[in-house]
Structure formats: C-alpha cells, structure tokens
C-alpha cells in the first residue's frame, strides 16, 4: 500500500512559480506510476502530469505542456511538480495520485490510479 501526502500549494499571482511536493510512504513507491491531477470547483478531476517509475516516460497535458515540470526522487519517495508562468485558469486542488506501473504506458484517467493524497490547493490570482 502507498500513502501519499502533497505539500507546497499556495496563493501565488499569474506568472510565479511554486513547487509542489507529494511524499510516498511504502516500499514499493518506486515501482509505481504517479501522477498529478487538478480539480477546480464545479470542475471533473482532470490529468496534469505523469511520470513512469523511472521518470523515463513522461505524459503532460496540453494545457501545462512547457510550463509545468514533474520529477521523483526515488531515494527520498518523493514526487515534485515544478509550476512556472501559472496562470489563473491553474487555481485548483492538486492531487497526487500513485498506480500500479504498466510497461509503456503512462495513465491519464483518474480511475487507473490506485493511490491519491488529500491535495493541496493552488491559487492564482490575476
């Protein structure tokens, strides 16, 4: 089992940057896929980001391709979700979430995710 507990979220203004952390409990963390997901009030959870467990393969939504930035440190079991030129249309709850790793694939769908943190909320303002 994995347990997952995000940190870093914040009220920033369009154009900053923050990072956000997502710290993994349990032995087998490097062995999953783990992503980052977002939802905005009166909004469906939507992909942000995923990463294999050897950050090899990476999966990142349109809407965040070249701004946002996901790495893992497997030593510390800990994802990072590196935010830049964020945008109001960003302001969410951020979610990290842990799955069992395909080969090959990166999952984009909230339902092949096994694992999800409480979430962190991220707010810019205009």
């Known amino acids: 089992q994995v347990q997952l507990v995000e940190s870093g979220g914040g009220l920033v203004q369009a154009g900053d940057s923050l990072r956000l952390s997502c710290a993994a409990s349990?032995?087998?963390?490097?062995?999953?896929?783990t992503g980052w997901f977002r939802q905005a009030p009166g909004k469906e959870r939507e992909f942000v980001v995923a990463?294999?467990?050897?950050?090899?393969?990476?999966n990142y939504a349109d809407s965040v391709k070249g701004r946002f930035t996901i790495s893992r440190d497997n030593a510390k079991t800990t994802v990072y979700l590196q935010m830049n030129s964020l945008k109001p249309e960003d302001t969410a709850v951020y979610y990290c979430a842990a799955a069992r790793y395909s080969p090959g694939r990166i999952f984009t769908r909230p339902d092949d995710y096994d694992y999800w943190g409480q979430g962190t909320q991220v707010t810019v303002s205009s």
């Open positions: 349990g032995r087998t963390f490097s062995s999953y896929t």
């Open positions: 990463t294999s467990p050897g950050g090899a393969l990476r």
